[in-house]
């Protein structure tokens, strides 16, 4: 499911934001037109959302089997996976020989040898699940050694790690000098992204501000509490915690601004209409 990361840009991003903003134009329009009975309806949404979301972003799905195997682990710094010793490393993917029958993975940012270890557990953990998935790897150390290692996060043999070496001289050149953004910040990005429309039915949902307010990071919450009482492939985090409940915000501020825009254009609509056509009940 980590691919989606991928297509992440601003683009994409950009027409996301732009359909949810109709969106939260709908919501409200339905809002105003049916305030009795759409509030209802906007529960049963979110009823109907909630296992979903906990199903996508709390299950560990693939990976029933991983429950409990893992450390219950809460990251509270939001910007620790940031930091250059900690952020997934960058670099180039390449298939490998003529028949591109092999995968190589040559990395380009060094990495301590305690985070080495953690992507080579990570590695032979997930394997072909694994966002950097290949048939070699070749990792640059913080203490200015390589690391060569293949898929099972075995170390390779002198001559296999030569040939790598040749191939990063070809493919990685300059690399180091143009590294892509984090995928971490794409994720970050998504988790913002799937929750705007929680904001924009939670408003429709509930007449409280409280409970308005309040869903989204409820949510959030569960989620991160599932991730950490299962112990399986994911780690609860303070920063998705948050990310999450920003996202829910800017719902909650879509559809206050669509509401009121809706508003705004049905008193304009009355104000022009021909008073001999008017309603006796919207005439003053």
């Known amino acids: 499911m980590w691919q989606v990361l991928l297509y992440t840009t601003p683009l994409t991003v950009g027409i996301t934001l732009a359909v949810l903003a109709v969106a939260a134009v709908v919501v409200a329009r339905l809002l105003r037109?049916?305030?009795?009975?759409?509030?209802r309806e906007a529960k049963w949404i979110l009823a109907a959302a909630t296992p979903v979301y906990l199903l996508i972003l709390a299950a560990p799905i693939l990976s029933w089997d991983q429950i409990g195997?893992?450390?219950?682990?809460?990251?509270w710094n939001p910007v620790a996976y940031y930091k250059a010793d900690n952020a997934p490393t960058e670099g180039v993917s390449i298939s490998y020989p003529a028949d591109r029958s092999q995968t190589v993975s040559l990395r380009v940012i060094p990495v301590s040898p305690?985070?080495?270890?953690?992507?080579?557990a990570e590695i032979e953990r997930e394997g072909e699940d694994y966002y950097l998935a290949a048939d070699y790897h070749r990792?640059?150390?913080?203490?200015?050694?390589?690391a060569y290692f293949d898929a099972e996060g075995e170390e390779l043999a002198p001559d296999v790690a030569a040939q790598l070496d040749e191939l990063y001289?070809?493919?990685?050149?300059g690399v180091d000098d143009n590294v892509a953004p984090s995928l971490l910040v794409q994720e970050k990005t998504v988790n913002t992204l799937l929750f705007i429309p929680i904001g924009i039915v939670a408003f429709a949902a509930f007449s409280s501000w409280a409970a308005r307010l309040a869903f989204g990071p409820g949510l959030s919450f569960t989620i991160e509490f599932l991730q950490w009482a299962m112990a399986a492939?994911?780690?609860?985090?303070?920063?998705?915690?948050?990310?999450?409940?920003?996202?829910?915000?800017?719902g909650l501020a879509m559809a206050v601004a669509a509401f009121r825009f809706a508003a705004?254009?049905?008193?304009?609509?009355?104000?022009?209409?021909?008073?001999?056509?008017?309603p006796e009940h919207l005439t003053v």
Do not use: C, M
């Not at 990792?139 to 390589?146: A, D, K, N």
């Open 139 to 146: 990792y640059p150390l913080t203490t200015g050694e390589v």
């Open 114 to 120: 305690e985070r080495l270890e953690e992507v080579q």
């Open 69 to 75: 195997e893992g450390d219950r682990e809460i990251i």
């Open 233 to 250: 492939t994911r780690s609860s985090e303070l920063a998705d915690f948050v990310v999450n409940s920003a996202g829910h915000l800017i």
């Open 33 to 39: 037109n049916n305030p009795g009975t759409f509030p």
């Open 169 to 173: 001289e070809e493919h990685a050149a």
């Open 264 to 278: 705004r254009s049905r008193r304009r609509s009355h104000h022009h209409q021909d008073p001999a056509k008017t």
